[in-house]
């Protein structure tokens, strides 16, 4: 807010300096180094709670990036006074060098040259106006001799102070008056500089060390080359990182060159599936079951790829590993395996090159499927342990290491989280309990097996969808514990919720706004339960999670297989729609995922423990910081 | 009724499992037949109890006229009452006609009395009525259109008294005017009053007075009684208005049967009120209404975009579909559970209804509940499409129950697949795997925006009085 505030002191010099000069009076009588105080009026007057100290040790600017710097310091010098507002100065900040990618560069380049006239080009713009247009420049390199002539530069000639600038000045004078005041200046500073690390004589280096004492007190912002102050550099960090670490955007299909461009990269020629449905043209649809003899073929060619990466790819595009656990495990499996067959070429890092393979591996895999949200946590985890490696481990070493990480993170994140979710979930299940899930969850059907051993009695609907069927698969293991079960499809959902005490279901990823993005129609389901007042627990790792947020199932999906709608599996009677596939009006459309409003969600079971939907970003920001994953 | 369609449902359930374990155990080694056995013994069996029912109505009806009936008429009711059975007629609007044209032959062939003809045919049509009813309680349009046929009576009866009693008028005056013998002064005078009355209770639209009031069977008897007793010059006039009576009642009916066959034609002509250019709609299941509906506003130039649900597990969409892209509609089939995801992209959702209630409830194909929620979510439009034949004047206690009917498993199992699941339940009693595939589902009003009916589109908490048009009051109860 006081940063805010800056720009309107700058500009409306008049009421604010002489408020400010009369107020600074008395505050350079009792500090030690009045020349400081007055050097930077601006943040006194701006920030009057906390004008009594920080103004004090604000270091004298140096010549031209001094124009600039009133601003600047001034923020500094409030986010000092208020730590919350740190942050936000430094953001304002950084639109200012806007040619620079941080703060952190921004301060290093107007002060590793501060001779050359001017730091940036952004800021020379930015200078330029403002010397034109304020006087605040005047102001702060008036401090040596005096302060009013800075004011009266313009308008305030006939303050208090006696000075011979009277009548109006040129701007060449003005000009002329600013460059005699800051030599001045500096070699007041050079002299008498209140910093004692002052020892070179060049003005030029001066202003550089000069710099340093100022650090620790306020200016934080212009200081973090001559000496990494922890705080400003971690600000300037998390700021850029904030920036790296939004969710990329996704790849849109309907985005020619990039699609070209992915088309040329590509090991999987996937043929585009001809018919489409508009609506989801960014998203991608291939015919099916086309590529993948194609691909089996490869298999003793394909060079770069590693065999474990490649049989889980052509698993997924078989189809023979789905849910997300399943593919999680797979794919990490077989990162392991890439991990321990891999030697460092020569000539080349681990930590690099094994990124640049991972990657590599994982664009192979999004061919054959998209990835899932789980799985792209996983491989987040993944390069963030490889870059992370300490350098000095010898190869074997780093192998075992990131062996045993990718092991750690199967067994904790997935195995175990899936146990305590089965131990949390369990809690809820009475005698007598009508439960209801649709699909086949895994961490539910845990759940239900759990609850089954511990000789809880309660019935299961197993609600169950086309094209996938995966309910009777559920059903079938489900009746082989011998559970009581009925089996129905998702149309009949209405007709059976009477009866259903609880629902549970499963997710691909929750996102951070609550939404939970699951197998097509769960949704249907969970809308259902909360119209007729069932609660609806969610059971989902926490490493699904993602910050991502989503509002419907449009945006972004995945689009299954369109043949598998008009032929009905088992049921040779159903032939309607045989000869038309290739009908230019008529098209399929199987969407395999939907995304649930978190309103229709009672609980999120996952292993930090049940959570409301509206807690999900806490869970997504603790488990980031659990894994440094930041 | 109630305790009819309660045994009837419990029981299709229990036979659903049962019939389930026992074609799972006994034909595991014919699979491809399996299913189809076990249709043809579901349908059968389960339908048995109601056999029972509805071969003991006949002895029910009066009987003093069943005989005269002919037989030819007899056999035909059975037969319907058969296909009715063995669910044979699909789809309302079919039942619809079908049961029309059995009334219209069967009031063709009834002989009537010189009494009473009005409550003798009331009487026929009634018990041959309940025979369909029974036969299938579920499908609403064939008590519509019984009921439908005997409010024709009625007002057809009321008509004629009506122009009785103008007639009779004249024929007083002409009385006074020529015969002296003082006879005529009282009777007919007293008559047109009690016909005048009978008018007037019966033309009143249906308020609890009139219920509380007067039955229109105490209206018509003494008018029947007095004209019997009528002097003789009377009786010609009588026997011609009895054969008027039958005659414009076939009459009503024709046009009745007129108006089922042409109610597509009627809903069709307002899809360009509805279906603006670019629309994308959503729909599910397979109603010939709503095709009709569809292809009216493509021939009108509208170009649109429809969404089918597929309607799983009878896939009624499909056909649906089939029929759009034939007629060059922009067609896209989605799976049902695709419906939430889809809603926020749909502007309207149109849906054939199986049967509308009294309350502004919809019966329809199974899952259209879901539809109609996600639309309520989504504020997208909820229409209902429906014929006034399938108004039903019934008010709905536990819809989704009574008024529905479980199929066979072995749409959504594969009793081959599962066999080996099945094998515990055999001594237990109660198997592990129960299957549950209803065929309707019921929509609350208040999810329905709008209904849109051979007379107009109209808001679910009107419908009550639009059906209140159709039918007399005293026919509500078979």
Known sequence: ?630 | NYKRYLYQRVFLERLSYWAFVSAAQTLRPIKPPASHYLVFLFNSVSLSPEYSLSTSSPHRSPPSHSHRKMPDVQSMVLEFVNKLRKRKIEGSQATARCTVELLRSVISHHRVPHANQASALIDAVKAVGAQLVAANPVELAVGNVVRRVLHIIREEDLSLATAAVAGLDLLDASDDDEDVNGKGIGYPGMSAAVVAAAARSTLRPPSLQTLLEGTPESATVPYTSSSGADSESKTADKSSITRKLKHDVIEGVNQLIHEIAGCHEQIAEQAVEHIHQNEVILTLGSSRTVLEFLCAAKEKKRSFRVFVAEGAPRYQGHLLAKELVARGLQTTVITDSAVFAMISRVNMVIIGAHAVMANGGVIGPVGVNMAALAAKKHAVPFVVLAGSHKLCPLYPHNPEVLLNELRSPSELLDFGEFSDCLDFGTGSGSPLLQVVNPTFDYVPPSLVSLFITDTGGHNPSYMYRLIADYYSADDLVM
């Open chain 1, 1 to 630: 807010m006081e940063s805010r505030r800056n720009p309107r002191a700058v500009v409306d010099p008049k009421v604010r300096q002489v408020g400010f000069f009369t107020s600074s009076q008395p505050d350079s009588t009792h500090q030690p180094d009045p020349i400081a105080s007055e050097s930077h009026p601006v943040a006194s007057s701006i920030s009057p709670s906390g004008n009594s100290l920080s103004p004090v040790m604000i270091p004298p600017p140096r010549h031209n990036s001094s124009d600039t710097f009133p601003l600047r310091a001034a923020a500094a010098a409030a986010s000092a006074v208020s730590p919350s507002s740190f942050s936000y100065s430094t953001r304002r900040d950084f639109p200012d060098g806007s040619m620079t990618a941080s703060p952190g560069r921004v301060s290093r380049a107007s002060f590793s040259k501060p001779s050359s006239s001017l730091p940036g080009v952004g800021m020379d713009s930015m200078a330029a106006a403002k010397s034109s247009s304020v006087p605040a420049s005047g102001l702060t390199t008036v401090s040596v001799v005096n302060m009013p002539p800075g004011l009266s530069e313009k308008e305030s000639d006939q303050k208090k102070n006696s000075k011979p600038l009277k009548e109006k000045t040129t701007k060449a004078e003005r000009r002329a008056l600013q460059e005699a005041q800051r030599a001045a200046k500096a070699a007041a500073k050079a002299e008498g500089g209140k910093a004692p690390l002052v020892s070179s004589g060049s003005v030029a280096s001066t202003n550089v060390k000069a710099a340093k004492p100022a650090k620790p007190s306020s200016q934080k912002n212009d200081v973090a080359v001559a000496a990494p102050g922890p705080s400003e550099k971690k600000g300037g960090q998390t700021e850029k990182d904030r920036k790296k670490d939004a969710p990329h955007p996704r790849m849109q299909y309907d985005d020619e060159s990039r699609v070209v461009k992915a088309k040329r990269r590509a090991v999987v020629k996937q043929t585009e599936a001809k018919n489409r449905v508009e609506l989801f043209r960014h998203l991608p649809q291939y015919e099916h079951g086309t590529q993948l003899p194609d691909l089996e073929t490869k298999f003793f060619q394909l060079d770069p790829m590693h065999p474990a990466v490649y049989k889980v790819g052509l698993q997924y595009l078989s189809g023979d590993i789905s849910g997300g656990n399943a593919r999680c495990i797979a794919m990490l499996q077989a990162f392991q395996e890439v991990v321990k067959d891999y030697s460092t070429p020569s000539e080349k890092t681990l930590n690099r090159d094994m990124t640049a393979k991972i990657s590599s591996y994982v664009s192979f895999l999004i061919e054959c499927r998209p990835l899932s949200v789980s799985m792209g946590n996983a491989i987040r985890f993944v390069k963030n342990r490889i870059a992370k490696l300490p350098i000095t481990l010898s190869e074997s070493e780093a192998k075992a290491a990131l062996q045993s990480d990718i092991e750690r993170f199967i067994n904790e994140k997935i195995i175990m989280a899936d146990t305590v979710i089965v131990k949390h979930a369990v809690t809820k299940i009475r005698d007598g309990d009508v439960l209801l899930t649709y699909g086949s969850p895994t961490a539910v059907e845990m759940v239900l097996l759990h609850a089954h051993e511990l000789k809880k009695k309660f019935r299961v609907l197993v609600v169950d969808s086309r094209p996938k069927l995966e309910g009777q698969l559920l059903l079938r293991r489900l009746i082989k514990r011998g559970i009581n079960c009925t089996y129905t499809h998702i149309n009949a959902v209405s007709y059976i919720m009477h009866e259903v005490t609880k629902v549970f279901l499963g997710a691909s990823s929750v996102l951070s706004n609550g939404t939970v993005y699951s197998r097509v129609g769960t949704a249907c389901v969970a809308m259902v339960a909360s119209a007729f007042r069932v609660p609806v627990l969610v059971c989902c790792e926490a490493y699904k999670f993602h910050e991502r947020v989503q509002l419907d199932s449009i945006c972004s999906n995945e689009l299954g297989d369109p043949n598998a709608i008009s032929k009905v599996h088992g049921r040779e009677d159903i032939n309607y729609l045989d000869g038309l596939t290739n009908n230019a009006n008529l098209q399929f459309l199987n969407l395999m995922y939907d995304a649930t409003p978190s309103d229709y969600i009672s609980m999120i079971i996952t292993d930090y423990g049940m959570v409301p939907p509206t807690s999900v970003p806490v869970i997504v920001r603790e488990y980031q910081k659990e894994h440094s994953l930041v």
